[in-house]
Antibody
Framework: EVQLLESGGGLVQPGGSLRLSCEGS????????MNWVRQAPGKGLEWVSG????????YYLDSVRGRFTVFRDNSKSTVFLQMNSLRAEDTAVYFC?????????????WGQGTLVTVSS | EIVLTQSPATLSLSPGERATLSCRAS??????LVWYQQKPGQAPRLLIY???NRATGTPDRFSGSGSGTDFTLTISSLEPEDFAVYYC??????????FGGGTTLEIK
């Protein structure tokens, strides 16, 4: 059974940093791109970032490029999202999502989400 | 960036009725359209990919159609568990991957 378990969310002040983690199990982690999708309270889904299985390609939403960094450790089946210079508008539930294949841009399994709140 | 517009924003129907949800893209996305279902407090669930292919575990009352810029998700006969929010997402031109604003399917 595929499982994705996120952690690392919490309350942070504007300008602060957080690192999210997502550990996968039940599939060959290195064979799939992993992505982060967020959902602000009461709002829709917004793709944030993605990384291929070999880490050679990374992708970012324009509004987070330069502030967020996605990376992965395939030996630990874990993908990370390092978030710096956080803003109030980054407040959301962050989901990690597994690509259906190498890097197709569709997601067949999602984590339960971790809440990031940026507030003073 | 490709913009996806979903309509209606809210659809009120009764169990057993047929639901038709629309997703329109700002430019052609061929058939690279994905549908997800999300229930309150839960992560999204993949329903349909590439416009018409049901994902593993998706009941056959769900069907997807369309190509180019106009797409439809149809639920042939609503079950109580189908009342949720539905999102479309394009994977034709990215980054960024983009989602529609969602359609809330509520019980009438």
């Amino acid at each position: 059974e595929v499982q994705l378990l996120e952690s690392g969310g919490g309350l942070v002040q504007p300008g602060g940093s957080l690192r999210l983690s997502c550990e996968g199990s039940g599939f060959t982690f290195s064979n799939h791109a992993m992505n982060w999708v967020r959902q602000a309270p009461g709002k829709g889904l917004e793709w944030v970032s993605g990384i291929t299985g070999n880490s050679l390609s990374t992708y970012y939403l324009d509004s987070v490029r330069g502030r967020f960094t996605v990376f992965r450790d395939n030996s630990k089946s874990t993908v990370f999202l390092q978030m710096n210079s956080l803003r109030a508008e980054d407040t959301a539930v962050y989901f990690c999502a597994k690509d259906i294949d190498w890097n197709e841009g569709a997601f067949d399994h999602w984590g339960q989400g971790t809440l990031v709140t940026v507030s003073s | 960036e490709i913009v996806l517009t979903q309509s209606p924003a809210t659809l009120s129907l009764s169990p057993g009725e047929r639901a038709t949800l629309s997703c329109r893209a700002s430019q052609t996305i061929i058939n690279y359209l994905v549908w997800y279902q999300q229930k309150p407090g839960q992560a999204p669930r993949l329903l349909i990919y590439d416009a018409s292919n049901r994902a593993t575990g998706t009941p056959d009352r769900f069907s997807g159609s369309g190509s180019g810029t106009d797409f439809t998700l149809t639920i042939s006969s609503l079950e109580p568990e189908d009342f949720a929010v539905y999102y479309c997402q394009q994977r034709s031109t990215w980054p960024p991957l983009t989602f529609g604003g969602g359609t809330t399917l509520e019980i009438k």
